[in-house]
């Protein structure tokens, strides 16, 4: 019952000889727990346990061989449901649970998210733990000191460098520690082209034992390549570090493959060729990495391939047998390589063993939790955390992993494989042509630490036993086998068995593909009469203990079709219902401005129009062969039609009658159900159905208009002018409106009018909204244009002040161009005035659920340094959410250039001085903390203009 998933496995010290693995669990209703297991050398499971957190769904990550909380290893891992906030905590020999503790946010979990996903105990006897930290789509690299004793030493985030123009990719998936220097931290950043894109990068940094960075990178294995997440970082025996990394490369890569980085212990990843290891046919990924416990320069490296059966090689042995792996299955590999190679034409590949492993439709497991083993759809995972791979001088290799044997997405049970230090087991193996080649990475030398404050809490452990208290020994087994006995013209039989002794037990909800139900328990036959008309049905059942209802069996569904012999045949033309309204809509399709004929075309849809009253006239038809419309259907011929609303009569019409009907009904919402018969044989019927909508108003669903350029209308230097032409006339019980720019012009439109737009993008459409119900109405698609020259300024994040300064000399220089062809009038760029409008979520917003809204002035700047000479600059940007800017030069309106895609930078959250009340003339919605400066009318009755740089309303933001 249930799925086991993310298992990483400790060194044996602490146990005895055994081992500990920690993971995920997932019973019984996709509620996630951490799963501990004890395991002997052999794999006989001591005990298995599952625990939650604090009553919460939770996942271990990682394993340590170390003694928190006086314990037998350290599990690190995370709180899943709600805020996720990080765990760390002790295993003891007998599976109880030391010294829990959870990593909070002081003040609550409000600005963010915690996760451990890795964590070692240093040789000072503390421990480092690393993971991620998220704040809706921002995240940072978490890594955390912790003392010998338990308590917080410090904390900080790590980030990379992002144009926050997509996904934010910073994490930490690893940690090791190097001695006399500090801890090698790995895993995924954000990588920034050439060409401005950002990339998943691999991540490395070098921080010191005080927290402090000595080096950090984000690099990928060329500028055109793509998806690159940091492994695990391994030293050899000798004492060089190397990085680990899968990914997808350049052109020369057909799938995914992985590759081997040296550290420089100095400066960081060595720029130099490095070794890429791929297959030419599959994608192969590395999950554990160890140094070779005999060969002091070589390494050990585990994970798995992604196959297809057709391009598997055969046993040397035995041509003629062929491996049990089907296409997508993920069998483990195991390899020795010698990392110190990267010449051309030598292989650093000592030997590896891929091991015949079937796992059915494992590949086909399309899950995208961001920590699930082989997430995005099993193609590149966004974090890499299992230990796969246990290696320890003493003894030989092990590995741990998965195995799928219920063709059903993440139904998991665990494996272990044994091998020598030649990777050969008692089971067969292969080998996979694998593909060497050398490249040079690309490498952005540039992350950014940050200390952080956080609490180490307690929480609450709860410990169950999956085997006792999930599957009782008294509970029932809900398993069925359902047996077609017989299909007929008339009836399907089934019977249905439960596999369990005690039948009685087993309960079971039938439903029908004709939407009829059925439940029972115990052994039962079914019969079911054929719908009239129907040809095909589906069966399916869901049983379960009827004591247990959580206890449930697989699902079962069986599909019948019809016998031939009595097959019916189709008779299915389209059914039209439609109110025959007062007064319609009038299109002109040859105005003066339309390029074509603007003919809507309602066939199938309600026809526009007015009904005063409360009654309506409504007509139903058939568009069939001997429609006014077009040829659907013939069958009408040999019919006998049956109009029912709402299951009663209103009409019936003998074979080959025309059957259109008419009627009066009030106004309301109706189902039309048009019955066919057979004349030849009555037992063949079709039952086809439709609604119908009787309403006094009904806006048209098409809304023809045109925009015309009109240079002569609109004066100035900065506008364009346009001639808004309706292409339809509405009648007396709806409204046109202009919506421009997503503002409603409240003027008559049934003549078209002339309109000017300043520089920038716009978008203008057409409304009709009835007077009685302004609920009820339609809007055509938006026509889109930009008037003037293209805008493009450039968004500099200044992640230090928390700013963002926005590049504006190519507007200048346009506005000047402008400026140069008007008579009387001399540029001076200082008559250039920028507005900002910003929303932003700060305290006024969090208090009462409405964003922040607000302009504010902008200087313009000049600077040589940020590759701008001139620019505007927007302080405290953390809390925007979008932004606008809105040009003036003089007393003309230039224009308003949006930002679309505006993300707001990563950066210190500092506290802002200033006027906290929305009721005083100087509140300032930037402000996080209330400086004591707020004034009131009642205290200085002089202009608000005179004493404050900002006022904005209650009444103004709670609206916006």
Same mark, same amino acid.
């Not at 993310?6 to 019973?27: C, M, R, T, V, W």
């Not at 990843?269 to 994608?283: F, G, L, N, T, Y």
């Not at 160890?290 to 041509?319: C, I, K, M, R, T």
């Not at 193609?379 to 059903?408: C, W």
């Given at each position: 019952?249930?799925? *086991?998933?993310?298992?990483?496995?400790?060194?044996?010290?602490?146990?005895?000889? !055994?081992?500990?693995?920690? $993971?995920?669990?997932?019973?019984?209703?996709?509620?996630?727990?951490? %799963?501990?297991?004890?395991?002997?050398?052999?794999?006989?499971?001591?005990?298995?346990?599952?625990?939650?957190?604090?009553?919460?769904?939770?996942?271990?990550?990682?394993?340590?061989?170390?003694?928190?909380?006086?314990g037998s290893a350290t599990v690190f891992g995370f709180m899943e449901e709600g805020d996720q906030e990080a765990l760390i905590y002790g295993v003891a020999s007998d599976a109880s649970i030391l010294y829990p503790m959870k990593l909070s946010i002081p003040g609550g979990s409000f600005f963010g998210e915690t996760t451990f996903l890795h964590g070692i105990q240093s040789l000072d006897g503390s421990w480092v733990a690393v993971g991620e930290y998220k704040n809706g789509p921002n995240r940072s690299g978490l890594m955390v000191k912790l003392s010998a004793s338990g308590a917080l030493d410090w904390s900080i985030h790590i980030n990379a460098p992002t144009t926050n123009a997509g996904p934010d990719f910073d994490a930490l998936n690893h940690v090791i520690e190097v001695p006399d220097l500090g801890y090698i931290v790995g895993g995924s950043g954000n990588y920034i082209d050439p060409s401005g894109t950002v990339k998943q990068g691999a991540l490395a940094a070098l921080v010191g034992y005080n927290g402090s960075q000595l080096w950090g990178q984000t690099y990928v294995h060329s500028d055109i390549s793509y998806e690159s997440v940091a492994a695990r970082t391994v030293a050899t025996t000798e004492g060089k570090y190397y990085q680990i990394v899968n990914g997808r490369g350049d052109i020369t890569y057909l799938e995914n493959g992985f590759s081997i980085y040296e550290i420089d212990l100095s400066n960081g990843?060595?720029?130099?060729?490095? %070794?890429?290891?791929?297959?030419?046919?599959?994608?192969?990924?590395?999950?554990?990495?160890?140094?070779?416990?005999?060969?002091?320069?070589?390494?050990?490296?585990?994970?798995?391939?992604? &196959?297809?059966?057709?391009?598997?090689?055969?046993?040397?042995?035995?041509?003629?047998?062929?491996? *049990?792996?089907?296409?997508?299955?993920?069998?483990?590999?195991?390899?020795?390589?010698?990392? $110190?190679?990267?010449?051309?034409g030598l292989?650093?590949?000592? +030997?590896?063993?891929?091991?015949? &492993?079937?796992?059915?439709?494992? $590949?086909?497991?399309?899950?995208?939790?961001?920590?699930?083993?082989?997430?995005?759809?099993?193609?590149?995972?966004?974090?890499?955390?299992?230990?796969?791979?246990? /290696?320890?001088?003493?003894?030989?290799?092990?590995?741990?992993?998965? %195995?799928?044997?219920?063709?059903?997405?993440?139904?998991?049970?665990?494996?272990?494989?044994?091998t020598n230090l030649s990777g050969v087991t008692e089971c067969p193996t292969f080998q996979a042509n694998l593909v060497e080649l050398e490249r040079a990475p690309a490498i952005s030398p540039e992350l950014f630490f940050a200390f952080k404050e956080y609490d180490l809490i307690p929480f609450v452990p709860s410990v169950f036993d999956p085997t006792v208290d999930l599957l009782p020994c008294d509970v029932c087994f809900p398993e069925v086998e359902v047996l077609t006995d017989e299909v007929t013209c008339e009836f399907?039989?089934?019977?249905?068995?439960?596999?369990?002794?005690?039948?009685?037990?087993?309960?079971?909800?039938?439903? +029908?593909?004709?939407?009829?139900?059925?439940?029972?328990?115990?052994?039962?036959?079914?019969?079911?009469?054929?719908?009239?008309?129907?040809?095909?049905?589906?069966?399916?059942?869901?049983?379960?203990?009827?004591?247990?209802?959580a206890m449930t069996g697989f699902p079962v569904n069986v599909s019948f079709a019809l016998p031939e012999e009595c097959d019916c045949g189709t008779c299915a033309p389209f059914v039209r219902a439609k109110q025959i309204h007062q007064e319609s809509v009038t299109y002109f399709s040859d105005g003066p401005f339309s390029l074509t004929p603007a003919m809507p075309l309602s066939l199938f849809d309600q026809e526009p129009g007015c009904t005063p009253g409360s009654a309506a006239e409504y007509e139903l038809s058939f568009l069939s062969f001997f429609s006014p419309y077009m040829p659907f259907n013939?069958?009408?011929?040999? %019919?006998?039609?049956?109009?029912?609303?709402?299951?009663?009569?209103?009409?019936?019409?003998?074979?080959?009658?025309?059957?259109?009907?008419?009627?009066?009904?009030?106004?309301?919402?109706?189902? &039309?159900?048009?019955?066919?018969?057979?004349?030849?044989?009555?037992?063949?019927?079709?039952?086809?159905h439709r609604s119908l909508t009787l309403e006094a108003c009904t806006p048209p669903e098409y809304l023809p208009f045109s925009l015309v350029d009109a240079p002569m209308f609109c004066s100035g230097p900065f506008s364009c002018g346009k001639y808004l032409n309706a292409?339809?006339?509405?009648?007396?019980?709806?409204?046109?409106?202009?919506?421009?720019?997503?503002?409603?012009?409240?003027d008559d439109p049934m003549v078209s009018e002339l309109h000017c737009f300043g520089w920038g993008s716009h978008s203008v459409s057409l409304r009709a909204t009835c007077n009685d119900d302004p609920t009820r109405f339609t809007e055509s698609e938006s026509q889109t244009f930009y008037c003037g020259p293209t805008l493009t300024p450039i968004l500099i994040y200044d992640l230090e002040f928390c700013a963002i300064e926005v590049g504006v000399s190519e507007i200048l220089s346009e506005i000047s161009?402008?400026?140069?062809?008007?008579?009387? /009038? !001399?540029?001076?760029?200082?008559?250039?005035?920028?507005?900002?409008?910003?929303?932003s979520c700060g305290i006024l917003g969090q208090a009462n659920g409405q964003p922040q809204v607000f302009n504010y002035a902008l200087d313009l700047m000049s600077s040589s340094n940020n590759g701008a000479p001139f620019f505007v600059s927007i302080p405290n940007a953390s809390n925007i959410q979008t932004l606008s800017l809105s040009i003036s030069y003089g007393d003309w309106f230039v224009g308003v250039i949006d930002f679309p895609d505006f993300i707001p930078p990563i950066c210190e959250v500092e506290e802002i001085p200033g006027c906290t009340d929305p009721n005083a003339l100087n509140f300032d919605p930037m402000a996080s903390i209330d400086d004591g400066s707020c004034v009131y009318p009642d205290q200085n009755p002089e202009p608000c203009d005179s004493l404050c740089d900002l006022m904005v309303t209650y009444e103004m933001l709670a609206g916006a």
């Open positions: 019952m249930g799925n *086991e998933n993310h298992y990483a496995i400790s060194n044996p010290s602490q146990l005895e000889g !055994d081992f500990i693995a920690a $993971g995920a669990y997932e019973f019984p209703s996709s509620t996630t727990n951490a %799963r501990l297991k004890r395991l002997k050398s052999n794999g006989e499971i001591v005990w298995d346990v599952y625990m939650e957190a604090d009553g919460m769904p939770n996942r271990a990550m990682h394993v340590d061989a170390s003694g928190w909380g006086e990843i060595a720029p130099s060729d490095v %070794r890429h290891i791929h297959i030419q046919e599959h994608p192969i990924k590395v999950m554990s990495a160890h140094p070779h416990p005999q060969n002091p320069e070589h390494l050990l490296l585990s994970g798995f391939l992604e &196959v297809d059966a057709s391009n598997l090689p055969y046993d040397p042995n035995d041509p003629q047998s062929f491996y *049990e792996i089907s296409a997508g299955d993920r069998p483990p590999f195991l390899m020795e390589i010698n990392p $110190g190679i990267s010449q051309p292989s650093c590949i000592q +030997w590896h063993q891929v091991y015949d &492993v079937p796992a059915s439709f494992f $590949g086909s497991s399309a899950t995208w939790n961001r920590y699930d083993v082989f997430s995005n759809a099993g193609d590149q995972p966004e974090i890499f955390h299992p230990e796969m791979l246990l /290696v320890e001088p003493s003894t030989d290799p092990k590995l741990i992993g998965y %195995r799928d044997n219920y063709a059903l997405p993440n139904e998991f049970d665990m494996e272990f494989i044994g399907i039989r089934l019977n249905i068995n439960p596999a369990s002794e005690n039948a009685d037990e087993v309960c079971f909800d039938i439903m +029908w593909s004709d939407g009829t139900t059925d439940s029972g328990t115990d052994t039962t036959i079914i019969e079911k009469l054929w719908t009239p008309g129907t040809t095909n049905l589906t069966f399916s059942l869901s049983s379960y203990c009827c004591d247990e209802p013939s069958c009408l011929d040999d %019919r006998a039609v049956e109009w029912q609303i709402d299951g009663v009569t209103v009409a019936s019409f003998d074979c080959g009658v025309p059957s259109d009907y008419s009627g009066l009904k009030p106004f309301g919402e109706y189902d &039309v159900t048009a019955i066919l018969t057979d004349c030849s044989d009555a037992i063949c019927v079709d039952t086809l292409e339809l006339a509405v009648p007396s019980c709806m409204t046109l409106d202009w919506i421009i720019d997503g503002e409603v012009v409240e161009l402008a400026v140069e062809d008007m008579i009387d /009038v !001399d540029y001076d760029v200082n008559d250039v005035g920028f507005e900002a409008t910003v929303t």
